[in-house]
């Protein structure tokens, strides 16, 4: 019996894997840590997240609910509660008043891309995607059956800009959404005011969603938040922003996160989220409340924390004359570029399997990430200290 990704051969006749499924790319990035996998004296700077663990009072808050019986089917679009501690977080930190009815909770921000892509999505649309990104939008905005068209960022002397005639110019009668995350993983490019107000214009001329992640909104350097859709658009607006507490919150496996939206979608999540999740656990929320009501000193501390990862990981890489890089305003990775590099994942096994210091291969954002290699700084000192003599020695030796 010969298996394809589809299914075996003998399979009969209907009882298939649905093709977009089956011929989803692998993350390549796993394809690098599984070199490492049970390894104690890896640096994993591979994916994008934090080392430290959720604080106390956070955990604390979702075991008290847990024990005090919170562990039924809760609302669909999240707990009352937490829906108006998130829609007064964002009124206090962005222009413009966001009213609870307008948030949804969901299993994390990966869940609200799917839910809020499945709601809109189908086959015969397109979705356009500004890239190199995380590539894990295109891959949900597939699932939901669309085309997607990969826009790229151009990168001058490793400064990331947004050409918005490209951006405009790849839109047709069939877009239906362009996904554009702010700040950006990889690039920790950041859109400024004027270019999303000229993409929200394009929006409403043209009946186009925007989808904004910006997941790593807080995590920027020389302001307290990165520019928001949520700061120009009106409630009705076709605008989705997406939002998670795993970056800011140290929260990566709580899978919690937020979408913030027009009301007149709230009958769609709510069949969604039924038909997925149904509810997101009612003592994580009860722990997300706790985080978004009293965590700021923690948003604070991880950025402060990402600030110094930045400055060490950046004066290696910047010294270094093999390395073509820029210090990012925002997120918390280094995107740099090699020479003499033809293949980032051949590059990232080789680095992993000389030095123990693991990185994302560029190719995993897509084509135009390729000669890119991605480090997530969002560490230690002591860690990223010893992963940057030992890259640098690696450097130098290649
Ligand atoms: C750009 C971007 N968006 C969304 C997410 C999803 O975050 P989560 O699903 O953990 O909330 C990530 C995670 O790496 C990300 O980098």
Same mark, same amino acid.
């Given at each position: 019996?010969?298996?394809?990704?589809?299914? @075996?051969?003998?399979?009969?006749?209907?009882?298939?894997?649905?093709?977009?499924?089956? $011929?989803?790319?692998?993350?390549?990035?796993?394809?690098?840590?599984?070199?490492?996998?049970?390894?104690?004296?890896? &640096?994993?700077?591979?994916?994008?997240?934090?080392?430290?663990?959720?604080?106390?009072?956070?955990?604390?808050?979702?075991?008290?609910?847990?024990?005090?019986?919170? #562990?039924?089917?809760?609302?669909?679009?999240?707990?009352?509660?937490?829906?108006?501690?998130?829609? $007064?977080?964002?009124?206090?930190?962005?222009?413009?008043?966001?009213?609870?009815?307008?948030?949804?909770? #969901?299993?994390?921000?990966?869940?609200?891309?799917?839910?809020?892509?499945?709601?809109? /999505?189908?086959?015969?649309?397109?979705?356009?995607?500004?890239?190199?990104?995380?590539?894990?939008?295109?891959?949900?905005?597939?699932?939901?059956?669309?085309?997607?068209? /990969?826009?790229?960022?151009?990168?001058?002397?490793?400064?990331?800009?947004?050409?918005?005639?490209?951006?405009?110019?790849?839109?047709?009668?069939?877009?239906?959404?362009?996904?554009?995350?702010?700040?950006?993983? @990889? #690039?920790?490019?950041?859109?400024?005011?004027?270019?999303?107000?000229?993409?929200?214009?394009?929006?409403?001329?043209?009946?186009?969603?925007?989808?904004?992640?910006?997941?790593?909104?807080?995590?920027?350097?020389?302001? %307290?938040?990165?520019?928001?859709?949520?700061?120009?658009?009106?409630?009705?607006?076709?605008?989705?922003?997406?939002?998670?507490?795993?970056?800011?919150?140290?929260?990566?496996?709580?899978?919690?996160?937020?979408?913030?939206?027009?009301?007149?979608?709230?009958?769609?999540?709510?069949?969604?989220?039924?038909?997925?999740?149904?509810?997101?656990?009612? =003592?994580?929320?009860?722990?997300?409340?706790?985080?978004?009501?009293?965590? $700021?000193?923690?948003?604070? $501390?991880?950025?402060?924390?990402?600030?110094?990862?930045?400055?060490?990981?950046?004066?290696?890489?910047?010294?270094?004359?093999?390395?073509?890089?820029?210090?990012?305003?925002?997120?918390?990775?280094?995107?740099?570029?090699?020479?003499?590099?033809?293949?980032?994942?051949?590059?990232?096994?080789? /680095?992993?399997?000389?030095?123990?210091?693991?990185?994302?291969?560029?190719?995993? =954002?897509?084509?135009?990430?390729?000669?890119? &290699?991605?480090?997530? =700084?969002?560490?230690?000192?002591?860690?990223?200290?010893?992963?940057? %003599?030992?890259?640098?020695? =690696?450097?130098?030796?290649?």
């Amino acid at each position: 019996m010969v298996n394809s990704a589809r299914g @075996p051969a003998n399979a009969p006749g209907r009882a298939r894997i649905r093709s977009r499924v089956a $011929e989803a790319t692998p993350q390549l990035i796993g394809e690098v840590a599984r070199l490492g996998l049970g390894d104690a004296d890896a &640096i994993p700077l591979w994916y994008g997240e934090g080392d430290i663990p959720t604080p106390h009072f956070i955990c604390d808050a979702a075991h008290q609910a847990m024990v005090a019986g919170e #562990t039924f089917y809760s609302h669909k679009r999240g707990l009352p509660e937490l829906r108006s501690a998130l829609s $007064e977080y964002m009124t206090n930190l962005y222009d413009r008043d966001v009213g609870p009815e307008r948030v949804t909770v #969901t299993a994390s921000g990966m869940h609200g891309i799917l839910t809020a892509m499945q709601a809109i /999505l189908q086959a015969g649309d397109n979705c356009v995607i500004v890239g190199p990104v995380w590539p894990n939008a295109q891959a949900a905005a597939e699932v939901a059956g669309a085309e997607v068209r /990969l826009v790229a960022l151009q990168a001058e002397n490793g400064v990331w800009n947004l050409d918005l005639d490209a951006l405009f110019a790849s839109c047709d009668q069939n877009t239906r959404m362009i996904f554009i995350n702010s700040p950006g993983n @990889p #690039t920790g490019w950041m859109m400024e005011r004027e270019q999303q107000q000229e993409i929200l214009e394009f929006s409403r001329k043209h009946g186009i969603w925007i989808m904004s992640d910006e997941v790593y909104t807080r995590l920027v350097y020389e302001r %307290q938040v990165a520019p928001s859709f949520l700061d120009i658009a009106e409630p009705e607006d076709a605008v989705i922003v997406v939002n998670s507490f795993s970056k800011s919150w140290a929260m990566t496996g709580w899978r919690v996160g937020w979408l913030t939206h027009p009301a007149w979608l709230n009958h769609a999540f709510n069949e969604l989220i039924e038909y997925s999740v149904s509810s997101v656990p009612p =003592f994580l929320q009860k722990a997300a409340l706790v985080a978004v009501t009293e965590g $700021e000193h923690l948003v604070q $501390e991880i950025r402060e924390r990402c600030r110094q990862g930045r400055d060490i990981v950046m004066s290696a890489l910047l010294e270094h004359p093999k390395v073509a890089v820029s210090k990012p305003q925002a997120a918390f990775y280094a995107f740099f570029q090699v020479q003499g590099m033809n293949d980032s994942l051949d590059w990232a096994k080789q /680095l992993f399997q000389e030095t123990k210091v693991g990185v994302a291969p560029g190719r995993a =954002f897509g084509p135009e990430g390729e000669g890119w &290699i991605r480090l997530c =700084f969002a560490s230690s000192k002591e860690n990223l200290n010893k992963a940057m %003599q030992r890259l640098t020695v =690696f450097l130098d030796r290649n």
